[in-house]
């Protein structure tokens, strides 16, 4: 028998219908990508998204399945942009601008995108690259008229003069709630990047979820700044939790270093933000340079992407009365999988015990569902010690990649294996111990290449460090920890190997510490350990 309840698909335009019709003058502040900061509001950005809907259709030819590239930061324009185009049944393929030529034109030509907008920013980039992708109509330069640049571009549109061709009264259509909406590619740092491709359906789901009391607890009080970009990874999904929760948006547009973060959170008065550790290790140089600077509205910061050092996490919130929600997830996963909030059991232990779970990723919550396993499959238990293999389902979390490449990721039982290896522990708390890849392999035991890293950036005078496990004739492998120091500094490889012992066990602890200006970062801002590995080729360990 089924309900009688009313067919409600779960469309996102119907989130910013609600945020236009019940919070329709709560503000969206940016930072232009032209220079000054910009306001409106769900009313007006309501309206923009529906003309943009109707102008596409009308002047781009853009039909339900069309799949819509954007290159842009994060601004008000970029979310008209994904309201208006999903909302007619389109796709859009955010494209991530630290993406090498060679990464971009594979990954535009196999999602076979047919317009790309982009923001001045990019413009001299397709502008090289737009013969590698013949399939590209054109493209639409997100600006107005008085900024649009002299292009070679092919079909260049302009934005502004796109949208005022459109009805602001536009009617979104109704549609299958399973209809493609979203879809971005895996940084391919093994292979070619692999497509994945959100609904309507998981995307407001996953934003229900990341919205809730234990993730990241967003309310129509709030100010959120999403400085992790729209680009990546689904934006974290805060471009749909902050709509449909009324919160105020704080967009950073192209201006990522410490003092212009600052002044964002300061001018938008922003009470959450998320982004990656390398972000607010910039900001807190920054804040550190400048003592006299407080967050004084800021209350939480939402970080993930890679592990948060413990350092970072105590500098916000003994220092600046900010708290830290640790969270984990992957593109794969729109992609929040865990975050580090307290859970009843947790309230209850004393402040250091609790520390150290803080540190964890975190737990999961409603929609997300998680195991370990060994390599056969073997669920493993949740002691905080195992380490396994991290295999996770849900309604946000992907079945297939596009095109059905890279499957071998899915099981018969609908789990998708992460790639990540982790522990569980008696509260449910997850700890990702390393990517399967880079996990230090020695003497036939396992030693945490995160780990090492994130001690080791609590020792005074380092900036940052990355460890990894190269060829040793004994033991297989052994740890080689590669530091940058901070300016001014000049900490030793004996300084950094008296605060490691005692906090590790003594085979864990690097047969070598060197030092570098820079460690090379991915596209997404991660180590890149492959880099490094490269980078360190040659190099042989002495005993
Ligand atoms: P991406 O799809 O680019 O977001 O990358 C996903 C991967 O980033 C995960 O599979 C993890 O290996 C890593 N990752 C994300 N968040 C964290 C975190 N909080 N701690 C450690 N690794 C993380």
Known sequence: MLGLMQDFPLLVHRVLDHAARWHGDTEIVSRAVEGPIHRTNY????????????????????????????????????????????????????????????????????AEDQWIFTDLTFVPLFEKLQDRLPK???????????????????NPVCYEELIAEGDAGFEWPDFDENTACGMCYTSGTTGNP????????????????????????????????????????NAWSIAFSGPLSGASMVMPGAKLDGASIYEMLNEGK???????????????????????????????VVIG??????????????????????????????????????????AELPSAEWWKVKLKQGRPPFMVDMKITDDVGKSLPHDGRTFGRLKV???????????????????????FDTGDVATIDEYGYMQITDRAKDVIKSGGEWISSIELENIAIGCSGVQEAAAIGL??????????????????????????????????ANWWMPDD????????????????KLALREQFGDYRFTS
Not at 136 to 154: C, I, K, N, Q
Not at 203 to 218: K, R
Not at 279 to 299: A, G, I, R, S, T
Not at 513 to 528: M, Q, R
Request: aromatic share 8%.
């Open 471 to 504: 060829p040793h004739p004994k033991w297989d492998e052994r740890p080689l920890l590669v530091v940058v120091r901070k300016p001014g500094s000049n900490v030793s490889r004996e300084d950094v190997l008296a605060h490691l012992k005692g906090r590790i």
């Open 393 to 415: 389902k849900g309604p946000s979390v992907a079945r297939s990649y596009f095109k059905g490449e890279g499957n071998d990721a899915f099981d018969a039982q609908g789990w």
């Open 136 to 154: 590209v109509r054109g493209f639409v330069v997100m600006t107005d008229r008085a900024h649009m640049p002299e292009t070679t571009l092919r």
């Open 513 to 528: 510490v060197v030092f570098v200006e820079e460690i090379p970062h991915t596209a997404t801002g991660k180590i890149s």
């Open 43 to 110: 009313r007006e950005l309501n309206a923009r998204s529906r003309a943009l809907a109707d102008a596409v259709q009308k002047r781009l030819g853009v039909k339900p399945g069309t799949i819509i590239a954007t290159m842009a930061w994060n601004t008000w324009r970029h979310m008209e942009i994904w309201y208006g185009v999903m909302g007619v049944g389109a796709i859009v393929h955010t494209l991530n601008p630290r993406l090498f030529a060679d990464q971009l034109a594979y990954i535009v030509n196999h």
């Open 194 to 233: 692999k497509g994945v491709l959100y609904s309507h359906r998981s995307n407001v789901l996953h934003g229900l979820m990341c919205a809730l009391g234990d993730a990241m607890a967003i309310s129509g009080r709030d100010r959120i700044m999403p400085v992790v970009p729209m680009f990546h990874a």
């Open 270 to 300: 922003v009470t959450i933000t998320a982004a990656v550790p390398t972000v607010w290790l910039m900001l807190l140089h920054y804040l550190e340079q400048n003592p006299h600077l407080k967050l004084p509205h800021l209350d939480r």
């Open 305 to 346: 992407g890679s592990a948060c050092p413990e350092a970072i996490m105590k500098a916000f919130v003994e220092h600046y009365g900010s708290d830290v929600i640790h969270a984990w997830g992957m593109t794969e996963m729109s992609p929040i999988g865990t975050l580090g909030v307290k859970s009843a059991k947790a």
